[in-house]
């Protein structure tokens, strides 16, 4: 598998007037092409971040990250600009991530008229992409507020693959809609994905929509990675007890199932990242905490078919 | 025997608009028992919240008014009572919660005196008093530390502390019926079970009737246990918990439950998603409201609407294609 995407120890920091958070603090992963890696944990734990930093809409603060094996971690100016058009992201928000004075047309036509692209062949490409979406292409001329939730999350995707990237970033894509039109989205970014051949990271609270979509998972808890697996092995032989808690408390969408579990849940909530805990960022609310977690950090290690758990007691 | 703590009878709540009237629910039936949890499920604008104000007689009027029906509270119709009485069993005999709870409290006051302000409008205790009942909801509801969250403001709680607090304010006299808007929504994956294990733990000690309004149909699973589903203004099915998800009769219901992928299932290749969207309530089709999404759609069902039938005893449905067979 070459690797799409890497990250290799990226911390992000932020200083801000009650002292220094660690939103990001130590991630390395791999992406390789044409894969789904999702990324759960709560709010709070750093995942949106993530997904901004590998964008470069926030700073990194060390740390490499390459796409393609190319470091794009501190990259400025013209070369940035063209790394920009191999990754490219889906906001959570349809309605604030277009903008509501510009014509659907010109919003999915900026990232080809930023790119230098010829008039004639940035109306063709736009009625192209309208087309992959499927969204009208009478839609060119109209503008977001006439659009429902679903069919902007749709101009936002057709916006995302205009310059053909590598890799989209999708940042809660589908939290905002409706249960119908959520799958409607899901299934249309998963047709794009057979079609295209284009590499997700899917960044979600939601843990049954990252099981259907994702090939793997990575768990993260206050800016780190705590576990990283295939989704089967997540899902079937999950480590970290942090992750088994995640998916205890998930609600599962059938009476039956939902009765026969057992169920551990989790006591109190995410630490401030202002504060957080010494040692493992989990032992202030793991159950199988011992003396040792709260003064050593436990790193990522291999749990079994190129799995990993960052635990002591794995 | 005893009446049951909430029956609601073809509620009717109309939006008086510059657009024109809009049946915002269009003649609602459900009853609640006591101990009993009832999910009102739906998308957005198929008229659950509105139900849900409609029976706390919480709408905004204008542009919402209810034109018909009866809400009976223990027995009591409360459609026809005055705001001033409505004040009285509010909190009292029927409490709610709701999505936000940030924006359910009051920011500038602290925990102890909205507690203690429900507590005192309703019992008549003073306010010392009131301060000790404040600290043993706050402990009933598992918010550690209680003493000193009292004197806290809600902005110095998280949005799982805020939520356990608005629990504190509806159970403080013990209401009979509890109403929960998408009381989780707001809230992560661990904090929501910790307040799903919470709210179920209150209602068994207290049997409460409960409504739980949701968009989501693993909380409906984990909570309910009978399910009213809702499609523009108007319910659509109603069964029991394992009889809907089992064998759903209205192709909406199927859609919704084919739209959800179960975690630990086998991996559907695709999910079954319902074309298009919810209509708005102004442009509502002239027959069956979910006939242009309607994979089962007839003929009829495009100028006539069915009308609820009970196929067997508890499960109702309004669908003509479900008459012919399931789904």
């Keep these: ?314 | 025997m005893a009446a049951v703590p909430l029956e609601v009878s073809d509620l009717r709540t109309t939006l008086f608009t510059r657009r024109g009237e809009m049946k915002a629910v269009d003649g609602l039936s459900l009853s609640v028992g006591a101990g009993e949890t009832v999910a009102l499920v739906g998308e957005s604008g198929c008229g659950k919240s509105l139900s849900a104000l409609s029976i706390m007689r919480l709408l905004p009027d204008p542009p919402a008014r209810i034109v018909g029906g009866a809400v009976k509270l223990n027995g009591r119709d409360i459609v026809p009572l005055s705001e001033e009485s409505m004040l009285d069993i509010r909190g009292k005999e029927i409490g709610m919660i709701f999505q936000d709870p940030m924006s359910a409290l009051n920011p500038v006051a602290t925990i102890e005196k909205q507690i203690a302000e429900v507590v005192m409008a309703h019992t008549g205790l003073g306010r010392f008093q009131a301060r000790a009942r404040a600290h043993e909801l706050l402990e009933q509801v598992g918010i550690p530390d209680a003493a000193r969250r009292l004197d806290a403001y809600p902005h110095q709680l998280s949005g799982g502390m805020c939520q356990r607090v608005v629990i504190a304010m509806a159970i403080a006299c013990s209401p009979s019926v509890l109403i929960a808007d998408e009381p989780t929504t707001a809230l992560d994956v661990t904090v929501q079970a910790q307040v799903l294990t919470l709210l179920k733990r209150l209602q068994a000690e207290a049997g409460m009737a409960m409504i739980f309004i949701t968009h989501d149909l693993g909380v409906v699973a984990e909570t309910a246990d009978r399910v009213v589903v809702m499609y523009a203004g108007r319910k659509v099915e109603e069964a029991a918990v394992d009889d809907l998800f089992e064998a759903p009769l209205h192709p909406y219901t199927a859609g919704l439950i084919g739209a959800t992928p179960v975690p630990g299932a086998v991996r559907a290749e695709r999910l079954a998603d319902i074309p298009g969207m919810v209509p708005p309530l102004n442009a509502l089709p002239p027959g069956c409201a979910f006939a242009p999404r309607c994979p089962r759609a007839m003929d009829r069902c495009r100028t006539e609407r069915p009308a609820l039938t009970e196929p067997r005893p508890g499960r109702r449905v309004a669908c003509f294609a479900a008459e012919k067979g399931p789904t």
């Design chain 1, 1 to 314: 598998m070459t690797a799409l995407l890497t990250l290799n120890n990226v911390h992000v920091h932020f200083n801000t007037a009650a002292g220094l958070v660690r939103a990001v603090n130590g991630v390395s992963l791999d992406l390789g092409a044409g894969e789904t890696l999702g990324l759960v944990g709560e709010s709070g734990c750093g995942k949106s971040t993530l997904g901004k930093a590998i964008m470069r809409l926030v700073p990194v603060s060390t740390g490499e990250i390459r796409v393609e094996g190319t470091d794009i971690a501190q990259l400025q100016g013209s070369a940035l600009t063209a790394m920009r058009r191999k990754v490219q992201m889906i906001f959570q928000d349809p309605y604030g991530s277009l903008n509501p004075r510009s014509t659907v047309g010109r919003s999915v036509a900026q990232p080809l008229v930023l790119a230098g692209w010829k008039p004639e062949a940035v109306a063709e490409r736009v009625d192209t992409l309208l087309g992959w979406v499927g969204l009208p292409t009478d839609a060119k001329q109209r503008y977001p507020h006439e659009f429902s939730g679903g069919q902007r999350q749709r101009i936002g995707i057709a916006r995302a693959l205009a310059l053909n990237p590598r890799l989209i970033v999708c940042d809660e894509p589908v939290s905002a809609l409706d249960v119908s039109v959520r799958a409607q989205v899901i299934n249309l970014l998963e047709d794009l994905k057979a079609e295209f051949g284009v590499s997700y990271l899917f960044i979600s609270h939601d843990l049954s929509v990252v099981e259907h979509i994702a090939d793997r998972v990575a768990v993260m808890y206050l800016g780190t990675i705590v576990e990283i697996g295939s989704r089967d092995r997540i899902w079937r032989q999950p480590q970290h007890p942090y992750t088994k808690a995640l998916l205890a408390a998930a609600p599962i969408a059938d009476p039956k199932l939902a009765r026969t579990r057992t169920r551990t849940v989790l006591q109190g909530e995410l630490p401030s990242p202002l504060e957080p805990p010494a040692g493992c960022p989990f032992h202030s609310r793991c159950p199988i905490a011992q003396a040792r977690c709260k003064t050593e950090r436990p790193v990522l290690r291999a749990t079994g078919d190129s799995a990993q758990a960052a635990c002591h007691f794995i």
